[in-house]
């Protein structure tokens, strides 16, 4: 299923500077300044949606689970914990570009 893509989803998803698909824990901590144990959190707790899997390990012992983080779903994270929305952000750029040219 396809959706179409509105301006908040542009404007966010192009805070990603790379054309990645999938990141890692690793990956999207570092994107955001946040802790692996923080981005583990927000995953466990359905704020940031993903894939979870057990990695390999040999029978018998203990199995790690992997996340990945598809750039969608990086992306919806970033609106959804974002305190404005894109054209709140132009509309300030616009507003502070004024006021310094006057």
Partial sequence: MEFEQGPNYVFFEQLLSDNKTWYTVKEVAALLGKSEQYIRDC????KMLGHVWNAK???GKEQRRTYHISRKCLVLFL???ANYNANDFFDRIN???HRHII
């Fill in 79 to 81: 609106m959804e914990t």
């Fill in 43 to 46: 995953f466990d707790n359905q």
């Fill in 57 to 59: 390990a040999k029978r």
């Fill in 95 to 97: 507003a502070a570009e």
